[in-house]
């Protein structure tokens, strides 16, 4: 072996490890301390890239989630002024019941039947015009569904014409009043549509198709035999609208918001497991490289000190 002292190439070696094994060391102790084995982009720049996608996907379905629990409470809020809607309409059949038994009613009754009808139908009005969700309105029409016209156009934004009749060429689509958006990505949208509830638009029916003019259940009067049973008719109509309207809401929140509720949670599960796999730290085996790289530096350590030591062996030479 030769001996230098210009050039100490063993401390040299040895130096270079201790750094090598101090960067190490200070990695471990990074994902140890954050839990993290990514925490920049240099420490795995594919995995970084996909992970990144994910926690957004999963941020999206955690807000998707959020939309659907809203979506369910917006709804039952409504379904449940319904059903009380449906009760107070049973009431008004019964009331029509007994005022078509004119053969055992006095005037007095009869008003008194006429009266609790009025009644009842100022409390559905009432009910249509308070029920909200914080300040949206639900049953007074706002939601009812409507039909959109859009006018073809070309690349100059002049009006498309028909060929054969020289008319704008236009089409026609169904836009739902209540729509939410219950996915983590743009489009992903369900909607539903809820009818004015107003006693004025339920039950109604074209002129002369009862004999006591009624156009709808806000006109009901039963203090007389005809209008008992016309009335009758009409209730019932308005029985099925309604009972309608609560059936088209009840499958929306079933068959849509709920169980797109639990596919998101499930997804949400998996997607933060994968995500979990790419970017969290296995604290069991980084624990293990934290001790390995531990030893490491101390031995490399040890070594720099003694290859520092070897130029003393030129002064023994020399001191001879």
Known sequence: MSLKINHNIESMVAHRNLLMNDRALSKSLERLASGQKVNRAADDPAALVISEHMRAQVSGMQQAIKNNEIAISL?????GSMNEISNMLVGLRQRAISAANVGASDQSMIEANQAEIENALASIDRLVTTTQFGHYKLLDGTNASRTEIKFRTDSDGEFVLD??????????????????????????????????MH???????????????????????????QGAQDALA???????????????????????????????????????????????????????TFTRNQIMSQSATAQLAQANALPQNVLRLLNS
């Open 163 to 196: 060929g054969d009749d020289n008319k704008i060429i236009e089409s026609k689509s169904t836009v739902e009043g209540l729509r939410f958006h219950v996915g983590p990505n743009a489009d992903h949208q369900a909607s539903v549509s809820i009818r004015n």
């Open 199 to 225: 006693t004025n638009q339920l039950g109604r029916v074209a002129e002369g198709q009862n004999k006591s003019s009624f156009a709808s259940l806000a006109d009901i009067d039963v203090r007389n035999e």
């Open 234 to 288: 009409i209730i019932d109509q308005a029985l099925t609208e309604v009972a309608t309207v609560r059936g088209e809401v009840g499958a929306f929140q079933s068959q849509t918001l709920e169980t797109n509720l639990t596919s998101l949670q499930i997804a949400s599960e998996n997607m933060t497991a994968a995500e979990s796999t790419l970017r969290d730290t296995d604290m069991a085996q980084e624990l293990a």
């Open 75 to 79: 709804v039952q809020t409504a379904e």
